[in-house]
């Protein structure tokens, strides 16, 4: 099995910066790509920004030019850097590591709450 852990959410005013951070630890054997994902109250999980393997990155529109994802191979880590934080940023943030090679598997971390107050 798979721990994930995320940390690093708080409370920020509109306009400031986080930096949320996870690791996965137990059987990370193989080669994952690692999502951020958010849902906010009343809402459906959505992808914020995905990096695979090899350090190709994919994210929402809305949060495209604001947020960066980085990864460290060597250390099973994952660094989501959210700048100008809006309002609608308001979520709990998880973060996932799918298992793509050499057998699939899905984990996920409990979450972690960032709120953005206007």
């Known amino acids: 099995q798979v721990q994930v852990v995320e940390s690093g959410g708080g409370l920020v005013q509109a306009g400031g910066s986080l930096k949320l951070s996870c690791v996965a630890s137990?059987?990370?054997?193989?080669?994952?790509?690692i999502g951020w994902y958010r849902q906010a109250p009343g809402k459906q999980r959505e992808l914020v920004a995905d990096?695979?393997?090899?350090?190709?990155?994919t994210y929402a529109d809305s949060v495209k030019a604001r947020f960066t994802i980085s990864r460290d191979n060597t250390k099973n880590t994952s660094d989501l850097e959210m700048n100008s934080l809006k309002p609608e940023d308001t979520a709990v943030y998880y973060c996932n590591f799918r298992r793509t090679f050499p057998v699939r598997g899905d984990y996920w971390g409990h979450g972690t709450q960032v709120t953005v107050s206007s």
């Open positions: 137990g059987s990370t054997f193989g080669m994952f790509t």
């Open positions: 990096i695979t393997y090899d350090k190709r990155t």
